[in-house]
């Protein structure tokens, strides 16, 4: 066990997919600076994140972005403890450049290195939104590339219990927006657009796994609505285009909703948190708030700036790394396809 009587400040870097980002944070828990460095605009104009021109736009950006990441914490590098960075999963191109910049601080100083796991960094967001929080609890984690019903039984400690078996939530978000006209990043669009729809205009089906209790499906609900459009087509129907929105919304947060209140039923939980892009949902944030109300479970939520992809959460899973001295070497690599509990 690491000596941690001092403050321990970690600068922590995350550039899996589209997001530069870098920040400082004190003890796991206070952030000194957050700067995100975003690439929608550019990847707006595919339709989708372009994996070559992601690492293209890091290299460029990644170098200021850990600069103002430090100056806005007012911290030199001989401040620092340790660098934590993001290494999986992810994109491969988008992993290497953080994990390359990271190393390369590491070597030039010799401040101790970790790399962190991406889902573990937004289930960590929630000890930063919410100093108190200890395990154990359960985190339901949803993003563009990841759907886990999780157990956080200690610290790092992890126990899966559902995810996806085809798409991510925030996947089908993205590609149901881009059906409906809404276009890149689908989430966010469908959110906004929910609000002037219908949540009960259309019954498009809650997915199901059968025999598991806990795993999602969602390709199935997002091919209901494609099969939705396609028939209104050819029938000369208009498509109203927030009903749609909401519709589907109302179905995904009632799958998610329902998973965590049979998880929180089972195990007698009396803490469930919320994580990932997703998460910065407001209808998910709704329905997940009232049902752990009426199950008297404590429910917690980062803010929308720490749901989707930013380095604080980073620095906060870092923190716990760093006092168990879980350390890393110069030998790190990108894995792109890296389980939550895999090291
Ligand atoms: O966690 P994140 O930033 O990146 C990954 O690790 O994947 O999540 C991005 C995902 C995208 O699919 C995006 O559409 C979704 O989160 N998202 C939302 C909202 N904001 C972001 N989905 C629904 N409602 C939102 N408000
Ligand atoms: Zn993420």
């Known amino acids: 066990?690491?000596?941690?009587?001092?403050?321990?400040?970690?600068?922590?870097?995350?550039?899996?997919?589209?997001?530069?980002?870098?920040?400082?944070?004190?003890?796991?828990?206070?952030?000194?600076?957050?700067?995100?460095?975003?690439?929608?605009?550019?990847?707006?104009?595919?339709?989708?994140?372009?994996?070559?021109?992601?690492?293209?736009?890091?290299?460029?950006?990644?170098?200021?972005?850990?600069?103002?990441?430090?100056?806005?914490?007012?911290?030199?590098?001989?401040?620092?403890?340790?660098?934590?960075?993001?290494?999986?999963?992810?994109?491969?191109?988008?992993?290497?450049?953080?994990?390359?910049?990271?190393?390369?601080l590491s070597f030039a100083t010799g401040i101790p290195l970790i790399g962190v796991h991406h889902i573990e960094g937004h289930i960590s967001a929630n000890y930063i939104a919410e100093p108190t929080l200890e395990p154990p609890f359960a985190c339901l984690v949803v993003s563009g590339g990841h759907t886990h019903l999780v157990l956080v039984r200690d610290y790092g400690e992890y126990e899966i219990l559902g995810k996806t078996q085809d798409d991510a939530a925030g996947e089908a978000f993205d590609k149901v927006a881009r059906e409906i006209g809404l276009g890149y990043p689908g989430g966010p669009k469908i959110d906004k657009a929910s609000r002037e729809g219908n949540p009960h205009a259309i019954t498009f089906p809650r997915g199901k796994v059968a025999g598991s209790r806990y795993d999602f499906s969602f390709s199935g609900m997002k091919s209901a609505v494609l099969n939705y459009l396609n028939t209104s087509r050819m029938k000369g129907i208009t498509v109203n285009v927030p009903d749609v929105a909401a519709s589907f919304q109302q179905a995904v947060v009632d799958v998610l909703v329902s998973h965590a209140g049979e998880a929180i039923d089972q195990y007698g939980l009396k803490k469930f948190a919320l994580a990932g892009g997703v998460a910065a949902n407001n209808a998910l944030r709704a329905g997940m708030r009232q049902m752990c109300e009426e199950k008297g479970a404590e429910f917690f939520c980062p803010p929308p700036i720490l749901c989707t992809d930013n380095a604080a959460m980073i620095g906060s899973a870092a923190y716990f790394e760093y006092i168990k001295g879980n350390f890393s070497g110069l030998d790190l690599n990108a894995v792109p396809g890296l389980r939550l509990g895999q090291r």
């Open 1 to 104: 066990m690491t000596d941690i009587k001092k403050d321990v400040t970690i600068l922590a870097i995350e550039s899996s997919c589209d997001e530069t980002a870098a920040s400082v944070v004190v003890n796991g828990r206070k952030v000194l600076s957050n700067v995100i460095s975003s690439q929608i605009d550019i990847h707006t104009l595919y339709g989708g994140v372009v994996p070559e021109i992601a690492s293209r736009k890091h290299t460029e950006r990644i170098t200021q972005v850990i600069r103002e990441g430090l100056e806005e914490a007012g911290k030199t590098l001989e401040d620092l403890d340790a660098i934590a960075v993001t290494y999986g999963p992810g994109l491969v191109g988008p992993l290497l450049i953080g994990v390359s910049a990271a190393k390369g």
